[in-house]
């Protein structure tokens, strides 16, 4: 079945810089890998999806990476906010075969310094 | 729509006791997802469904869990008996096809 990995665990960084986060997946019939943030106490929430047709998107401050060869995508965040602060979760699913299945990462947790 | 609807927000029982989780998924979405939130285990699929029918199972810790949904609209997640390490966030999501899954707020789960 799909495994995904997803690094770092933590990340601090200084309001204004940008923020990287990767994930891996094992799955090769993967297909969709969205990524979700989560604020304390409070449900997971899609900020930026990606499908395996395309390369990168780019929603304002925040963009996506994938390479299917490699098996790999990642989230960019640029000038941080302190509301940016969360733990963000990446995801795979192969859903083109109707399986529907969303297996997450580890979660990542974001803090902003200001 | 309200959203995906999780109840109760919080329980509390003692170890040995019943416990049904529900979901009210979005209207019109033919997917639904349990997932369990821990510390240590992240987000965990422990079962979801397609069109009402139980689709893959295999995240179910073990045969205490059991999860149903007996029409579009309504599904539950029981464990019997519940035990200390059962204790974690429960959520529920919902999505239509290969679009995004919408989570409910959760229902927070204490065994003790």
């Known amino acids: 079945g799909e495994n995904v990995e997803q690094h770092p665990s933590t990340l601090s960084v200084q309001e204004g810089d940008s923020a990287v986060i990767k994930c891996t997946y094992s799955d090769s019939a993967s297909n969709y890998f969205p990524w979700y943030k989560q604020e304390l106490g409070k449900r997971p929430q899609l900020i930026i999806d990606i499908r395996s047709n395309v390369g990168e998107k780019k929603d304002q401050r925040i963009a996506v990476t994938l390479n299917k060869t490699a098996k790999h995508f990642s989230l960019h965040i640029t000038e941080t906010q302190p509301e940016d602060s969360a733990v963000y979760f990446c995801?795979?699913?192969?859903?083109?075969?109707?399986?529907?299945?969303?297996?997450f990462g580890q979660g990542t947790t974001l803090q902003v310094k200001p | 729509d309200a959203g995906v609807i999780q109840s109760p927000r919080h329980e509390v029982t003692e170890m040995g006791q019943e416990v049904t989780l529900r979901c009210k998924p979005i209207s019109g979405h033919d997917y639904l997802f349990w997932y369990r939130q821990t510390m240590m285990r992240g987000l965990e699929l422990l079962i979801y469904f397609n069109n009402n029918v139980p689709i893959d199972d295999s995240g179910m810790p073990e045969d205490r869990f059991s999860a149903k949904m007996p029409n579009a609209s309504f599904s539950t997640l029981k464990i019997q008996p519940s035990e200390p390490r059962d204790s974690a966030v429960y959520f529920c999501a919902s999505s239509f096809e290969d679009s995004e899954a919408f989570f409910g707020q959760g229902t927070r789960l204490t065994v003790v």
């Open positions: 995801a795979a699913s192969p859903r083109s075969s109707n399986t529907g299945k969303l297996i």
